[in-house]
């Protein structure tokens, strides 16, 4: 399932089993009045039709800013040119996870049979074991929602099948329109791939910062 919510025409879009008031808990009280919007039953719906809801939801917004997982199904959008916000913000993006294909097989597996302990190593990873934010990712988490387990289930093969190549990637953030964010620490995602070990325009690297912390701050 993916969730977010709309303010001013601004989007925010959480990452994979987390709640839009997670966003909320971060940004200005102002800018978290808005309209909540959710897609769930990924499994029922298809890739698709979750992304034509998506487009549909998005279709007066002219920013965005995409977390984790969420950053994927955005760049689904706009290679297919499903998009029209003027202004795009990446955060800590999942284009390429830091786990191998046994690693990835493992953690589906794990989700699907103890979805629970799982939970509990995710949210250790994305808070870089900070046992406070562990425990404020537990209250704005789906996770827990067992009939929304599918869905959970679905979104985590698309994040793990999904790939993108340095040159995509390049073209994109040279057109100016787009804005890459990424965590020192971050245990989640594979900064070296993304970096390539070259400097490319608009991505930045936040020194000091983990896979949620990142959001904590506001940069643009």
Do not use: C
Request: no cysteine; net charge positive; hydrophobic share 45%.
């Amino acid at each position: 399932m993916l969730n977010g919510f709309v303010s001013n025409e601004v989007a925010y879009l959480s990452g994979w089993g987390f709640s839009e008031s997670l966003w909320q808990g971060i940004i200005s009280k102002g800018e978290g009045k808005g309209e909540r919007f959710t897609i769930t039953d990924f499994h029922h719906l298809g890739k698709e039709r979750i992304l034509d809801m998506l487009a549909q939801a998005l279709v007066h917004i002219k920013v965005i800013y995409a977390w984790s997982f969420s950053a994927i199904v955005i760049m689904e959008l706009i290679r297919t040119q499903r998009l029209t916000a003027s202004r795009i913000y990446f955060y800590a993006p999942a284009f390429k996870l830091n786990l191998t294909e046994k690693e990835k097989l493992a953690f589906y597996q794990a989700f699907d049979k103890t979805p629970q302990k799982l939970t509990r190593h995710f949210f250790t990873l994305v808070a870089d074991g900070d046992r406070e934010k562990i425990n404020w990712l537990r209250a704005n988490t789906t996770l827990g929602n067992k009939t929304q387990k599918e869905s959970h289930l679905f979104a985590l093969k698309w994040m793990f099948d999904f790939s993108v190549i340095q040159d995509e990637l390049a073209i994109l953030l040279a057109s100016g329109k787009v804005k890459i964010y990424l965590a020192e620490r971050d245990h989640i995602i594979d900064n070296t791939f993304l970096l390539n070990g070259v400097t490319l325009p608009n991505i930045i690297m936040m020194n000091g910062h983990n896979h949620l912390s990142l959001l904590g701050e506001r940069y643009v």
